[in-house]
C-alpha cells in the first residue's frame, strides 16, 4: 500500500481499515513513511475527523509499536493516573505515594511541560540528584521496593506515538480528540495496568477550554480504556484558575511535600482535595476500596499519618534524589530569586482567571518549554495569592512572581496582572470536580 | 510568524493573509518551514478550499519566489503554449515552430512526464544529443537565433513551486484547482509573456477526468494568466482517447516530425488539427493574426511549405541534436524492439478508450517514470489503431505495443486490450475542440 494512496482516501473522507492504519503506523515506525506523509495524514485526520473504529485502530497500533510492560511478577494490582495538563497541576507527586501506601503498584510514565502547561518529570529533576530517565530493570525494582516509580517514555513504549506527537506539535495538528485519545492511551496501556483513573481538565487553563470538549475527551478515553481491558474512570476537573498556591517546577514540589506531610493550608486546599478524590477512585477501580467514601478516608489517613509521605522519601532515595529537600522542603524554595508583587488592576472581586496567560508567564521567565529543546529553569516560578470569588484591591498583591532578573518581571507583569479579570459582584467558587465519567455509552 | 499559526488558520478553515502566504513561500524558499510543515499546510488547504485572493497570492509569491525571464531585448511578441497533459500529447513539438515560423518569440519550459502523462523534455531527449538543460543565456540565444527554444525549468524559476510540487506527488495533495493554478501560472508567469495558449484535457486520459472540472480549472487560468497582465486563452480538448496515432517518447517525435513535414495521416489528424487550432489561437492573442479563421490558415501554410519544419530543424541544431533524425524520421522507430499486436476483446464498435490504462502501460514497460527518480527508455511505446467510433473485431489489432521484452508484453497485453470498451452501435466521435475559455467571469 503507497502512502499516497491511503492519505488520498483520508483526504477525501473515507474511513481508514485496520490494515491501512496499521501500514501507516508500520511505515511510522520502520520510516518508510517520510515525515511530511505523516503530517499529510494527520492534517487530514484532524481536519476529515476519524471514527471510533479508526480511533481504537490507531490506539493498537502506537501501542503494539512498542513494549508493553509486564508487571505480572509484582502481586499487587497496577494502577495509575494521568492528567491533561494545566497550570500548577501537581497531583501526581502527592497520589502515587498515597495510594502504593494502600497497596496499589504505580508504574507512572510521564512527561515533560510544552507551553503552558507543567511536565511531571520537570518537577521531579527540581530535586537534585533525581533520575527521570529509569531503564526498564530499574522501573520494575523501584516499584517492587516502595511501590511506585516515575519515569520518562522510554524509546521502546510507544515509538510511533513520539514521533507523530513531535510532529502533531510542529504542524498545528495536536487539537483532535481522537488523536489525543490514542496518544495517551498508546501510552498508558503500555505500562500493563489493571486500574486508570484520568483527570481531564477544563476552563482557562486547560487544553480543552469548554466544557463539552473535555467531557467528549473524558468519555472516549474512559471508553477505549474499558475496551483495552482496564478499569478506567475519568473527572472533569477545574482548570479556571491555577491548582493550588505554587506555579513552576520546585516550587509545586514544596506544595507536594508539605501536602505530604499533612500541612494544611488554604492556598493549597483544592491540590490536596483533588489529590485525594483522585486517589480515591483509583483505589476503589483498583479493587483495594469497597466505595469512594470509605478510599477518602483511607487516603487521607495515609496524609496524616506520615505514609504516603514515607513513599514519598523511599521513592526519591530509590531513584538518586536529595534527601535533604523531604527533610527541608524550604530547600525548594530558592531565597536567590527576586519576588516581585502582582498588584490587582482594580477593586473588586475575582471573577475569571487567564489562567493561560499565567501559565505562560511562568514558562517565558524560564519555568517551562517554549520549544521541545528549550532548557529549563526550575527555581523560578509564581504564587497565586487570589482565587475566583475573592474580594481583591490595588493595595493587595494577587500574586507573587519568583522570577531571575527584574527585565523578567517588567516582561510579563501586566500579563499577570491582566489576568486577574475584576468585577464588582461576588462570585460563588466552583467545585474542583464537576463531573465523574464511569462508563460512557459508546457512541 | 510561527509556521504554526499560519498551519492553524487554514486547518480551521480561515483565509490566509497575502503577508501569511507570503511568510509561507518565504519560509519554503528560505528552509525555516520544514518539509512536514509544509505538507501540513498544503493538505488544510487541500481540503478546506483556496479563494482566489490566496489563489493569487500564492501565485505571485511562487513567481517571486525566483527569477522572472526578461526578453525584451527580442523584438517579437513573446507567446507560449502549456497544456495539462495527456496521453499521446505531444502538440508542444508541433505549435512552437509554427508559430516561430509566424513571427511569435516562444520561450518555452517544460516538463517531465510523471505517471500516465508524458512530458515534452523526455520526448526531445529521444533526439540524440538534445540539450534541454540550457542556461538562461542559452534559452535566450537560442530564441533570438530561431524563434523558440525548449527547456526544463531551472533552479531559478519559480524554487517555491518546484519544492511544494514535489511534495505534493509524495503526499496525495495534487488535485486542488487554486494550487495547480498556482504551479502553472508561477513558471509561465515566469517566462515574460505578452499571451498563453492553455490546453486543457478532458476525459479518461486527463489529469481532469470530467468537463466540470476541466472547466473550472480552465476559467481559473485565464482569469489568472489576465490579472497579471497577459494575454491568455484557454481550450477544452478531448482526452478520451489517445492523441494522434503513437504514445511513448521517440515515437511521439516522429509523429511530429511527419506533421511538420506535411505527411498526412488520418491516425495523427487529430494531433494536427489541434496542433494547428491552439497555434492559432495564440497567434492571435500575440497580435500577428487578425482572426482565428487567418490565423489558421497561415499556421496550415507553414506546415505545407516547410517553412515550420525548416525551424524545428534549426532549433534541434541549436540545441545539439542529431540532424540525422530530422533527415530520417525512421531512426526514431526502434526497429530491435518487439511488436505485439494488441486485439480487441470482442466485435463490435469502439464506445470508449481507458486513456489513462494505456498511458499507464506505457508507463509501467518504461516509457514513463513511476518514481520522479526514474529512468526513462525513450524507444518503447504504443501505436494506438482504433478510435472512438471505429469498428473493431477480435481479428484485427486494436493497437501495436513497441516493447523491450515479451515479459513487458504479457504484464501489459489484458490491461491495454481491455482498455477498449466495445459496444453494439456505433458513436458519433466527439470533436477535438469542445470549448474555448477567452474571457471568463471572475468568481
Redesign the interface.
Known sequence: MR???I??KK?DGGELSDAEIRAFIDGVCDKSW???????????M???GLSLAEQDAITDAMLNSGEVLDFSSINKPKGDKHSTGGVGDKTSLVIAPIVAACGVAVPMISGRGLGHTGGTLDKLEAIPGYNVKLTTEEFHNVIEKCGFAMTGQTAEIAPADKKIYA?RD????VPCIPLIVASIMSKKLAEGLDALILDVKTGSGAFMQTLEDSTALAEALVLTGRKFGVRTEAVISDMSQPLGRYVGNAVEVYECIQILKGESDDSWADTKELSVELSARLLVLAGVSESVEAARQVATSKLTDGTAFEKFRENVELQGGDLAVCDDPELLIDRDLFRVEIKATGDGFVTAIDTLAIGNAVCEIGGGRIRADDKVDHAVGYESLSRIGDKISKAEPAGLLHCRSLEQAAFVESQLANAYVIGNTPQTRTPIISQVISSPKPK
Open positions: 502512502p499516497q494512496e492519505i488520498a483526504r517520510a515525515d511530511y506523509q505523516i503530517s499529510a495524514l494527520i492534517m487530514a484532524v481536519i476529515r510532529l510542529a504542524t498545528a495538528t
